[in-house]
């Protein structure tokens, strides 16, 4: 994974209460997934949002890459419980 890209995804607390957004704005790493998976290409997404860098896009997809990586999807199921 590229640590560069990743530094992209921050967490604030004031900022979408806490969920991991991209540099700091309010574009939630959900949201962009979201976007992304319901057929939205990656230059409709930065057309529509000026702030987005194509970088922020490949963050968000890192991001989502690092989530999938975990040994159980129990563990995160009782974390959320």
């Known amino acids: 994974m590229n ?7 921050t967490i604030n607390h004031d900022i979408c209460h806490g969920k991991p957004c991209i540099r700091g704005l309010r574009y939630p790493v959900e949201m962009i ?15 529509d949002y000026d702030d987005l860098e194509y970088e922020d896009i490949l963050a968000v997809l890192s991001f989502a890459t690092r989530l999938t990586q975990v040994k159980s999807i129990l563990q995160l199921v009782s974390l959320n419980s």
């Open 3 to 9: 640590n560069l890209l990743l530094n992209r995804i």
């Open 33 to 47: 997934l979201e976007l992304l998976s319901s057929g939205m290409n990656i230059e409709d997404l930065l057309e």
